[in-house]
């Protein structure tokens, strides 16, 4: 490609621009209409360190790395984070009850239609009610977006939503059952110990290829992705609930069912919009976890993160609470009309960066 044509393309040319610009507006119509939201419910709009210890401790999650440079030359680790999580459950830990925060999160080896190296997160955190209030929470601000940008479909990839419609809730265990025809909860223990061999059983059964050096992660992961995911969504908002206990590293596990989390996604026309928890608030069993993520990571990738040990520490003063993280631009995408991310963020990070 040319200077010339690729100049031509650049989205801050006039004609890239004006074709953009209608997504953009309403993109600020909706963070608009939602922090209004928020503010009549007396949520408390926070605003978190972009700069942390730690970017989080999720095996396949990745970070961009920096470094502070002290007044003697010294050089101290520091991360983009990608989630203002661990800062938002610090602030409930000192005391705030009702948190939102708009924050530009970084992930790095992420790009494409859906997904953008810089992209804003929508936290809201709730103390003492329980993670099916942020259910409601979701369906409420769904139908909210889709009002101030005046549609009545979301429609992406070929699928379509109602974002009035009542949403669908459906548990992990019966979406693999419904969706797969396997029994999940069959092959994961009361502890939540996981079978490895027992689920890549019931995949071959199902002829769902498997591999030797699988984990029972990975397994669990390509039957969420070929089976599962591509039918949430359609028609109206899913709501995928109760994942088990070992894909829920910071979701406390339900009463009812120790082998299950309080944890769920939400998908809109096979779009993952947002993932909610009710939160652990147990230092040792997060620290537990943490620590076996980061071994996983380091298995796949070669690479680990430090833990966030101010983080452990505040959860031991932390209350009761369920909290929710919503890509709030794909959200946006959605209520727009728009086919990629890049169209409703005002300055994408530059491509030739990350070819």
């Known amino acids: ?52 210890v730690s970017p989080g401790n999720e095996a396949h999650l990745h970070a961009f790395q920096t470094e502070a440079i002290g007044h003697d030359g010294s050089a101290v680790p520091l991360y983009l984070h990608t989630s203002p999580e661990f800062a938002c459950k610090k602030l409930l830990a000192a005391g705030e009850t009702r948190i939102v925060c708009f924050a530009h999160v970084y992930r790095n080896r992420e790009r494409g239609p859906l997904h953008h190296p810089e992209f804003t997160m929508l936290e809201w955190y709730r103390v003492g009610e329980s993670y099916e209030q942020l259910m409601q929470d979701c369906a409420e601000l769904i139908a909210l977006a889709a009002r101030t940008a005046g549609t009545r479909q979301f429609a992406f990839a070929g699928k379509t939503v109602d974002p009035f419609a009542e949403p669908e809730r459906i548990s992990v265990a019966d979406a693999f059952a419904h969706h797969a025809g396997i029994d999940l909860l069959a092959t994961i223990g009361t502890d939540g110990t996981t079978d490895r061999d027992a689920l890549a059983g019931q995949l071959a059964d199902a002829g769902i290829r498997t591999a030797d050096d699988d984990t029972w992660a990975d397994l669990f992961s390509r039957v969420i992705v070929e089976k599962v995911e591509p039918k949430l969504g359609n028609g109206r908002v899913t709501m995928l609930d109760r994942y088990p206990v070992a894909e829920a590293a910071l979701a406390r596990p339900c009463p009812d069912d120790p082998r299950v989390a309080e944890r769920f996604e939400v998908y809109a026309c096979g779009v993952e919009l947002a993932n909610a928890f009710g939160e652990l608030t147990d230092p040792a069993e997060q620290r537990r976890r943490f620590e076996a993520e980061m071994v996983e990571k380091n298995r796949v990738y070669g690479e680990t993160y430090p833990l966030d040990e101010d983080f452990l520490e505040a959860l031991a003063d932390m209350p009761d609470a369920s909290g929710i993280a919503l890509g709030f631009d794909r959200l946006v995408m959605l209520a727009t009309g728009a086919l990629r991310i890049d169209q409703v963020i005002w300055a994408p990070v530059a491509e030739t960066h990350f070819g």
Do not use: K, Y
């Open 1 to 52: 490609m040319s200077d010339r044509s690729r100049s031509a393309s650049a989205w801050w040319t006039s004609s890239a621009h004006a074709d953009r610009r209608p997504f953009l507006i309403g993109r600020n119509q909706i963070q608009s209409a939602f922090r209004a939201c928020f503010a009549e419910q007396d949520f408390v709009e926070v605003d978190t360190a972009t700069l942390q």
